[in-house]
Every structure is written in structure tokens, then in C-alpha cells.
């Protein structure tokens, strides 16, 4: 976990997460690593009402799945997400971050995931290698 910290909700999130411009989120970004390789840099905007009190200790001490975590520390259940997928480079920072080349082509991901009743809580943007590793999704 690289940070975790509470901000004001900027306009594309707010939009997002049903919130309005201003209001209080919580964002962690973070990599993920596969084989000691950094693979995925990943920014989660969750409701700061719903999420307060996460701290990056408890993102990065926790070694179950992330939303098992929210369920368990937070009575935050999700029930589905909407994805978008689409193919970027990496800039100088995320390169950086990734261990690759500035230029070198991601695989973007951005999901908005939701509980019960259809209420968003939260937007996540994903960047991932493809060098190494593929992004595979089960629908069911």
C-alpha cells in the first residue's frame, strides 16, 4: 500500500460513487505484485461516511480478498461491479511504480462496484503489465 488517505471527492469520482463534488473519500493506491514482480497500480475511491477510520495498515495486513475485508471491518457487502477495459501506456510515475519503461502498453481497468439496492461504493482504476500476465474475468 502505498497511501491511504481521506481527500474531497473530485467531480469524475463523485459522479461515480453517487456523491457529490467535495464530499469526503477515502483513496488507497497500491501495486500489487505476482512472483516478487510488481504487476498491478491500483487507486480505490471508496464513500469516506461508509470507510472511515481505514488506514493503509489494514489494507496491506489484511491477506484475504480485499472485499472480504470491507465486509468484515466495515458491514460493506458487494453484490456487482461494471467494468471498462481499455489499452494505455504507462507514463514516467507509473512506469516507475511498475518497473517497466516509460511507453511500455497497460491494460486499463476501471470498475465501479456496488451492494445491495445498487449503491456504488467504489471506484476502482487498475493498471496492468500485459507483458507477463494476462487479465482474465469470469461472468456469470
Request: charge should be positive.
Amino acid at each position: 500500500v502505498l497511501e491511504c488517505r481521506r481527500l474531497r471527492a473530485s467531480a469524475d469520482v463523485a459522479r461515480a460513487l453517487s456523491l457529490r463534488a467535495g464530499d469526503a473519500v477515502m483513496q488507497v493506491r497500491r501495486t500489487l505484485a505476482f512472483g516478487g514482480v510488481p504487476t498491478i497500480l491500483e487507486d480505490l475511491w471508496l464513500p469516506g461516511n461508509t470507510f472511515k477510520g481505514l488506514t493503509a495498515a489494514q489494507m496491506a495486513g489484511y491477506s484475504g480478498p480485499t472485499y472480504a475485508m470491507f465486509e468484515v471491518e466495515f458491514g460493506v457487502r458487494m453484490v456487482r461491479a461494471d467494468e471498462k477495459i481499455r489499452a494505455v501506456i504507462a507514463d514516467a510515475q507509473q512506469a516507475l511504480l511498475l518497473k517497466v519503461a516509460a511507453g511500455t502498453p497497460l491494460l486499463s481497468v476501471e470498475r465501479v462496484s456496488y451492494t445491495y439496492n445498487d449503491v456504488p461504493m467504489e471506484l476502482r482504476r487498475g493498471l496492468y503489465r500485459t507483458d507477463s500476465h494476462h487479465y482474465r474475468n469470469e461472468l456469470n
